[in-house]
């Protein structure tokens, strides 16, 4: 079965990736989250966060159903186990 990590946005797996350098420690544990969670209900508030912060995603440009589904951060746009 795919991890989130696996089914990240490329763009948004890209940008986290370019932060690891200036970041190391949050960016080192959000990729393992991420790589240990296989749906968007595995992730808690903190963690979500963490993928806004290191996407660099305006907040403004993220609907609710972003947050709840990870549809803006996934590249298939389903959050749950599909």
Same mark, same amino acid.
């Given at each position: ?9 490329? @763009?948004?797996? @890209? ?11 949050? $960016? ?15 992730? $808690? ?16 440009? %993220? @609907?609710? %159903?972003? &947050?709840? &589904?990870?549809?803006? &951060?996934?590249?298939?746009? %389903?959050?749950?186990?599909?």
């Amino acid at each position: 079965m795919k991890t989130i990590y696996d089914r990240l946005n490329p @763009e948004i797996l @890209e940008s986290i990736n370019r932060d690891g350098w200036r970041y190391p420690l949050t $960016t080192k544990a959000l990729k393992k989250k991420l790589k240990n969670s296989v749906s968007w209900d595995d992730l $808690t508030v903190a963690d979500v966060r963490s993928i806004v912060l290191h996407s660099h995603v305006k907040v403004i440009n %993220i @609907e609710a %159903i972003d &947050f709840i &589904f990870g549809d803006k &951060f996934l590249a298939n746009g %389903i959050g749950n186990n599909k």
